[in-house]
């Protein structure tokens, strides 16, 4: 019997869909079945596909096995780690080998390709897929201005949000007077939407830390903060062990692998602002003030954390710096775009059928992402829009599939790449409503400071609000377009200048739901309450089942059990959809006046 | 731990005005939340003025300035739970527990917060017990995942 590897993705969304009784159910096996010699498991960080999980992936098979129940265990163990048979009915579609699944054959795993496949608690592991090899090749054979110049002929920009060029800033603050100087990695991950730094921390946190300390060391910096949400406590606890493992591993300390360079790193946990992932409130915040920004310039690079030169990058961009120096400037130049290099990682969430967490190399279309790899809409929707870059993006409508993913196309139309959400909408979303909820977000997140900011966005929101209750007026789509001008120009840092953007991008693209929300005082999708449209029978297809009548809550759906139709009263219905959902023919849908 | 117990805890950042925050994270992790009488100790023992701890306790979501339940639920409003019905889930927690958001139950199990985004948007929508993510709910489960914790988790806090 060959030795086979069982890799248990022990990320979040499996942990709480089950993974964890599936492996105490397989390590129990293991041990009676005596296969201590032949099997191994291993828990790894995010696999990816996280609305399938929990998953298990079986190696050298490479078998991915998907939704895997404790029950499951013993078959998976029996016929596949002793037996040497695939189980069918626990694969993705049928698909006997991970590389053949869309999910998997689209995308260019280079950040995320030690995550759902090595153990993160275990720093041995990382070691051995290659890790801390490009931090011993720099601190060995490369000056810090050698380090610097590669990162700039990389292209690297940064992951956090703005594509700023990672190589200029280590400049810059390698350039700098003034010591000491520090690394800050921004983990703040705080857009909706976003959860790559969590993956990326959960399942490969050595990436993150090499990055850093090459960064350290082409800065002079010797000491570095990791700046982490609370909100992510397995992150923080697998990176407090890696930090403890790399430093009784020499990787980092005083005196790192006796090359005479030292460097430690410390956590700092956040305590829930979301304008703490701009960099100069993160500072404040580790300062231990109130996260409020500062105007810039002085920059971070010239005037940082405690009024010295200071590094800050995120999570993600940290975690590609190895790959730059393992692969080279060019390999990594040689992926992407003419202006955005290298691979981004990007989180599907919302009305998707494949959510999870995917990588593709800059310049993939959107189309790509949806559908090849995300697997479209659910079943009988329609895509309507695609929410990209959090509060501060905007709503790209579905005819702009083919629009490629880099910095500037999505700027271009109105969109950012941010730090990488992204949010399927289909057919069944409203967008004024969309807009409404994002304002509503940076109106409870804005710190204050500045006028526009904290009047402004409420007062757009308020606006927002009246439109979808029935009350707006021609006149309030002008004035939202004022005031997220003036917003947008007169805030000091990018919480109020991007917060109008949703707002921008849906009157850009969906004009018309505004339209029919004022004039025809209607929401076509249904979800404004106010205006949603009243619910009817179609009397051909009623069976008078009596299953309307029992869920309606305003005793609105009414008729004889067995005498058909059951009518809706218009006047009483609350367009609740409870009837709707409830019955089993199909005959109830909603008034169509346009 | 007692308040007393605190405040000796809280000796080890003497004159450390930059670590306020840690400071109060403690607090708030032996306590549940940061009293008004301890964040005057803080202000003194830091080296920072009552305005500028009050400021930071209040600037910050995660800090409580009363008592939390034994649980404290934490549901997510991010963009993906919001688009796939998070106020449907809110409302039948408002529902069960008989408290508004901020509130805890009459007997002291619950507390129900809303947080912004848990970064767990693919199994929308979401909450956080404690440290346990529940996620694909629905207003039955709801219920469900609250009796879990309403009657197998009664060690005490």
Redesign the interface.
């Known amino acids: 019997m060959s030795r086979r590897e069982v890799l248990v993705c022990s990320g ?2 499996c ?3 089950g993974a964890m009784e599936v492996h105490r159910r397989l390590s129990d096996l293991i041990v009676e079945y005596g296969l201590g010699d032949e099997a191994v498991l291993t828990e790894t960080g995010c696999a990816g596909p ?2 399938q999980g929990p998953l298990l992936r079986v190696m050298p098979d490479d078998v991915l096995y998907t939704q895997v129940r404790p029950e499951d265990a013993e078959e998976i163990v029996r016929d596949h780690l002793m037996g040497g048979r695939v189980v069918c009915r626990l694969l993705w579609e049928g698909h006997e080998s991970l590389s053949s699944i869309p999910f998997f054959s689209h995308q260019k795993k280079s950040v995320l390709a030690n995550s759902g496949v090595i153990d993160p608690d275990r720093i041995e592991a990382y070691e051995a897929n290659g890790g801390y090899e490009a931090l011993r090749r720099v601190l060995t054979a490369m000056s810090p201005e050698a380090i610097i110049e590669a990162v700039e002929a990389s292209g690297l920009r940064g992951r956090g949000g703005a594509g700023f060029p990672t190589g200029r800033k280590w400049r810059f603050t390698s350039d700098a007077p003034g010591e000491p100087k520090y690394v800050v990695c921004n983990a703040d ?7 790559m730094d ?1 993956a990326i921390l959960e399942g490969d946190p050595h990436a993150v830390i090499e990055g850093m300390t090459i960064a350290a060391r082409a800065i002079g910096a010797e000491r570095g903060f990791i700046y982490v949400r ?4 397995l992150a923080i606890q697998r990176l407090e062990a890696a930090v403890v493992q790399a430093c009784d591993r020499g990787w980092l300390g005083r005196d790192i692998q006796g090359t005479g360079f030292g460097f430690q790193i410390d956590l ?7 304008v703490c992932g701009e960099e100069t409130a993160l500072l404040a ?7 409020v920004p500062r105007s810039r310039p002085p920059f971070p690079a010239q005037s940082g954390l ?1 009024g010295r030169p200071t590094l800050i990058n995120n999570v993600e961009t940290f975690a590609n710096v190895r790959t730059i120096f393992r692969d080279g400037p060019e390999a990594y130049s040689a992926i992407g775009t003419e202006s955005s290099k290298g691979t981004k990682v990007f ?5 998707i059928r494949n ?3 995917v990588e593709v190399p800059i310049g993939t279309t959107l189309r790509q992402l949806v559908f090849d790899i995300g697997g479209g809409v659910l079943e009988g929707r329609e895509l309507k829009a695609i ?1 990209i870059g ?1 509060p501060s993006g905007g709503c790209l409508p579905a005819e702009l599939l083919d629009v490629p993913i880099d910095y500037e196309s999505l700027g271009e139309h109105g969109a950012i790449m941010g730090s990488g ?1 992204v ?1 399927v ?1 289909d057919d069944t ?1 409203c967008m004024v409503n ?1 807009a409404r ?2 304002l509503d ?1 940076t109106a ?2 804005s ?1 204050g400071k500045c006028v526009p900011c904290r009047v402004g966005i409420p007062t757009m929101r308020d606006i927002l609000v009246r439109i979808t209750e029935g009350e707006g007026t021609f006149e309030d789509l002008d004035r939202l377009e004022e005031l997220a001008e003036l917003v947008k120009s007169t805030s000091l840092c990018g919480l109020g200048q991007t917060a109008p953007n949703p707002v921008v991008s849906t009157l850009r693209y969906f004009k018309g739901e505004y339209v029919a929300h004022i004039e025809d005082r209607i929401c076509p999708s249904g979800v404004c309450q106010a205006l949603a449209p009243p619910y009817t029978i179609d009397p051909e297809a009623c069976k008078a089942c009596d299953q309307c009548a029992k869920v309606c809550p305003t005793d609105a759906a009414r008729g004889t059990p067995g005498e058909p139709p059951y009518v809706i009263d218009e006047a009483l219905c609350i367009r609740c959809g409870a009837c709707f959902k409830a019955c089993p023919f199909g005959a109830v849908a909603r008034v169509v006046r346009r | 731990m007692s308040i007393s117990g605190v405040a000796k805890r809280i000796e080890a950042y003497a004159g450390r ?6 400071a ?2 403690l607090v708030q992790e032996e306590l549940g939340y940061v009293p008004a009488e301890v964040q005057g100790q803080i202000a003194d023992t830091l080296g920072v003025s009552i305005g ?1 701890v009050h ?2 306790v209040t ?5 409580r300035t009363r008592p939390a339940g034994r649980h404290t639920i ?1 549901l997510c ?4 739970c ?3 019905g998070a106020d449907r889930i809110l409302t039948a927690l408002e529902k069960q527990l008989c408290v508004p958001v901020g509130g805890t139950t009459e007997d002291g199990l619950f507390t129900l917060d809303v ?10 929508p ?1 909450m ?1 017990i404690d ?5 694909r709910l629905t207003p039955e489960r709801v219920f469900a995942i609250l009796e879990t914790y309403a009657t197998s988790k009664e060690e005490p806090g």
């Open positions: 979040t969304a942990r709480s869909a996280c609305s991950e705080g857009d909706p939407g976003a959860f969590r609370a909100e992510y406590p700092r946990i956040g305590a829930g602002a979301f915040s580790i300062e231990g003030r109130r996260g405690y989180a599907l969430a919302g009305q959510t999870g967490l929410q959090g959400g949010i909408l979303a969309v909820y994002f977000f409870s997140e710190c | 005005p930059n670590e306020l925050i840690q109060l994270q500028q400021g930071v600037f910050y979501h995660l800090f934490r409003l991010g963009t993906a919001h688009v796939l947080v912004r985004c848990l970064g767990t948007c693919s199994l929308a979401v956080m440290e346990d993510v529940h996620g």
